[in-house]
């Protein structure tokens, strides 16, 4: 199947809100897609892709941090937004340190999402 040259890669485990995120992006006309795990995104969307991963930092087995890792080793490329709903004082910190180009805090608005591309 044939991707879109630019596209938003949510990676979320919280269902609800990774597709609302999904629907409000695609309502936008920004092609968007949803993986409910680090492993589901790995598994579907290979190195070179172009667009952003919006990754949710707690998720069971594979957390953000650690996602961003992994996509650092295996050459991905694509710039990465953090998203979380459990702010800590140096989760956004954790974030640019591991090279994420934008941190939000759950829950934000469509505007915060696409301001931090532009």
Known sequence: MDRPSICFWIVDDDLQFGKSLRRLLRSR???ADYFESAQAF??????????????????PGCDGFELIKIMRELHYGMPVIIMTGHVNSHAKDRAMQHGAIGFLQKPFSGDSLLELIH
């Open 29 to 31: 006309g920004i092609p």
């Open 42 to 59: 790995l598994d579907s969307v290979p190195p070179g892709q172009s667009g952003y991963a919006v990754v949710d930092v707690s998720m």
